[in-house]
């Protein structure tokens, strides 16, 4: 039976009675902020509030996140809260304000700077700040007390997503005795070896092993996780069970596939606003005659492998002339924790290959790359797909990538391909797209080739293959199997 968003809501009145359900994260779903003096709602770029929104609107729990919109505080009550989504509203958010130091020390330090870095193998040194560790602790402590005013000794289930806070479940485990506890870690987790260099990582397993349940997006990740607390812990590692027994308390290490909502995707899709959103991009950005449209959508991070994707699309025309003047690339690309260094480098080394690129082939009228750099809506986006002959997911690593879902979910033609990343967790899903090695520029860049000359009944075979996996896979399923097992430890 395919999950859907009735069926969740069935088996949350079922095996959730009345208990709250609360969502803790960083990341906001919706945030405020202010527009031509008026203020208007965004949804910020994250997988995480992707997969988590339609999850709250079937169970109409409470999501506390931090309110970072420059209107939050405006568009919400005196006690932070406020109803969304906007236009229809079925959860409440509460919304935790931080000042800019806590800001800058915890998220844009300990979490993006350290914790980041670390979990991702991207080749980026981590950087550990006493200073940011102090603030991260503080950071999870204020969360902890907003949380617990919520639930006090109720019985509640409560979910916290990421790595913004690894020490949450132990402090809330004191706070809410009653509550059953889970975590999903919505980054990798390294290997023994490349954890053991953090300097209080005792410190955050503990708080970790907080948790009833511990979520990854893959197996490989959970395994990683248990290789590394039997190393670094007087703690009892339960292989088979995949469990971890510390302090008397066990924590069930599990693997959900994140995903998204399939259906209304594949609809929106399906819909005559995407088609004339299409039409619109197509005016708008002046594709030529005849053209061929590779796109790329990701926030602007050192993980994903911008730069490679640029050298690739550099080597397929210099190799392929034939391509020239009939090939687009349209990077959409959104501006993310800019202020720290890794990502400011990023965006300069991101604007050169860019304007190399261009200048090295542009055309009267015709330039390779169209990069956009602000936020673009998935409407918009799914006008990009329609037209996409593939997209490019290039990441170096990366615990799953939802983009790579969306692509396949609109794909209601099944004439595009997916070029994906061996280092994304989807690739352990998605088969039926062209694998591809990121730090592997030339072969990149005849993959992208290969998609493009791909023929089409073999383009429908793999996108029909690719689009069954994610129907199946969907966003209620990763909910329903975590709230299945979530309802066992009442
Ligand atoms: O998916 C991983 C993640 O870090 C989420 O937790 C986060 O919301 C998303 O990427 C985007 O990052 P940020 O919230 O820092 O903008």
Request: glycine share 6%; charged share 30%.
């Amino acid at each position: 039976m395919l999950e859907s968003r009735d069926t969740l809501r069935h088996l949350i009145r079922t095996k959730l009675g009345n208990q709250k359900f609360v969502v803790v994260s960083n990341r906001e779903p919706y945030m405020h902020e202010y527009r031509d003096g008026q203020i208007e709602s965004i949804r910020p770029a994250s997988g995480v509030t992707v997969a988590l929104d339609p999850v709250m609107q079937a169970s109409r729990g409470l999501w506390v996140a931090h309110g970072s919109g420059a209107a939050d505080s405006e568009a919400s009550d005196l006690n932070g809260f406020v109803h969304v989504p906007p236009k229809q509203p079925n959860y409440k958010l509460k919304r935790v304000w931080l000042s800019k130091q806590q800001e800058e020390d915890y998220y844009y330090g300990f979490a993006n700077s350290a914790l980041w870095p670390l979990c991702h193998v991207a080749y980026r040194r981590p950087v550990f700040r006493e200073q940011d560790w102090k603030m991260y602790r503080e950071v999870n402590e204020l969360f902890a007390d907003r949380v617990a005013e919520e639930i006090g000794d109720d019985r509640a289930f409560l979910f916290i997503q990421d790595y913004h806070f690894a020490l949450l479940p132990r402090m809330l485990r004191k706070r809410c005795p009653r509550a059953i506890i889970a975590q999903f870690w919505h980054i990798p987790w390294p290997n023994p070896e490349v954890f053991r260099i953090c300097p209080w990582r005792h410190e955050i397993l503990d708080g970790m092993l907080g948790n009833d349940i511990l979520g990854f997006h893959i197996r490989y990740h959970c395994h990683n996780f248990i290789d590394t607390v039997d190393r670094e812990l007087e703690a009892r590692p339960d292989r088979e069970m995949t469990a971890i027994v510390f302090g008397g308390h066990t924590t069930k290490i599990r693997a959900f596939p994140i995903s998204i909502d399939f259906e209304d995707v594949s609809r929106r899709a399906a819909s005559p606003e995407t088609k004339k959103t299409a039409m619109a991009l197509r005016r708008r950005y002046r594709f030529p005659d005849d053209f061929i449209l590779g796109v790329g959508a990701d926030r602007i991070d050192y993980t994903k492998g911008l730069p490679e994707r640029f050298d690739a699309i550099d080597r397929l025309l210099e190799r392929y002339p034939q391509y020239r003047e009939r090939f687009v690339f349209f990077q959409a690309a959104v501006p993310s924790r800019t202020h720290v260094g890794e990502y400011r480098r990023l965006n300069d080394e991101v604007d050169e290959r860019v304007a190399a690129l261009n200048q090295k082939y542009g055309r009267r009228g015709w330039q390779p790359v169209i990069f956009v750099r602000e936020h673009i809506p998935l409407s918009t986006l799914l006008g990009l797909y329609q037209m996409a002959r593939f997209v490019v997911v290039s990441s170096l690593h990366d615990g799953m990538n939802l983009v790579a879902k969306e692509f396949v979910a609109s794909q209601v033609d099944s004439d595009g391909v997916l070029l994906l990343s061996q280092f994304t967790g989807a690739a352990r899903e998605l088969r039926g797209a062209v694998v591809i090695n990121p730090y592997a520029v030339d072969d990149m860049a005849e993959r992208m080739r290969e998609a493009m000359e791909m023929e089409p009944v073999e383009v429908r075979r793999r996108m029909g293959r690719l689009r069954a996996q994610v129907r199946e896979n969907n966003v209620y399923k990763w909910a329903a199997d975590i709230i299945r097992k979530l309802s066992k430890l009442t």
